[in-house]
């Protein structure tokens, strides 16, 4: 139990607000965050005259300020999640044999934001900084995964969100859902072709102290280099496991 609740209370409103895709009524965060109606609307003037929050009047909703950003370039700055992460990599790269990379959720794609690559193989299109569909990649179907459903619904609203690669992959929420569901079941997310021809990966979601996943683990190899997918993915649940671990202060 937290021992200062009015600051536990305000950063669950801010983690709300930063999960909504648009500001949203004083209702949904008090449904949202468990709070009461009273308690809720003076968290927001203190963080609104703190810049975390915006009111807007006209539409009676509330939305992320300019400092709230300031807090997210802040940490780009700082790449803990990066330094936290490196030296698993590697050790992730030396067990298996695989590149292997972290990525991170960015709308509907994912963004590689760190990549440790077998010594003498080319680079990968996992590359640092890269873009690519959350639905086709390893790294995305494990976040997406340990998402909640209207999370996920929100972000795939239409078949026009289902961008195409390789024409293979979910073209559907309901196809989407399906490769979660197994996802989940499985215990990791595969992926086979889907974003390179002839490359397999397979991933395992990073999750914080809420159980919320704020990366990916994954491994990459070709298909013809005879990897078992289910002992890599052994590997990278683990190293998935130290990192939640680090990050939660467990």
Request: hydrophobic letters at 40%; aromatic letters at 4%; charged letters at 20%.
């Amino acid at each position: 139990m937290s021992q200062v609740p009015a600051a536990t209370k305000a950063l669950r409103v801010l983690r709300f607000l930063a999960s909504q895709p648009d500001p949203v009524t004083l209702d949904r965060i008090v449904r949202a965050c468990g709070l009461p109606r009273s308690t809720a609307y003076h968290l927001l003037n203190a963080m609104i005259d703190e810049g975390f929050v915006v009111h807007l009047p006209d539409e009676h909703r509330y939305g992320l300020g300019v400092a709230a950003f300031e807090v997210g370039s802040g940490y780009a700055r700082q790449a803990p999640l990066q330094r936290l992460a490196r030296r698993h990599l590697t050790a992730l790269v030396d067990e298996t044999g695989c590149a292997a990379h972290l990525a991170v959720l960015h709308g509907r794609d994912v963004l590689y934001v760190l990549e440790e690559r077998v010594p003498g193989r080319p680079p990968l299109v996992t590359d640092v900084g890269v873009r690519l569909p959350a639905h086709l990649t390893a790294s995305g179907r494990a976040i997406l995964a340990a998402l909640p459903g209207p999370q996920v619904r929100a972000l795939y609203p239409d078949r026009e969100a289902f961008v195409d690669r390789t024409g293979r992959g979910p073209r559907s929420l309901t196809a989407l859902r399906t490769v979660l569901g197994d996802t989940r079941q499985r215990g990791y997310a595969a992926e086979d072709g889907e974003v390179t021809p002839g490359f397999v990966s397979v991933a395992a979601a990073v999750l914080d102290h809420n159980a919320h996943p704020v990366a990916a683990v994954a491994v990459t190899w070709p298909e013809d280099d005879g990897h078992d997918s289910d002992t890599a993915a052994g590997a990278v649940r683990r190293t998935a496991r130290s990192l939640s671990r680090r990050l939660s202060g467990r």
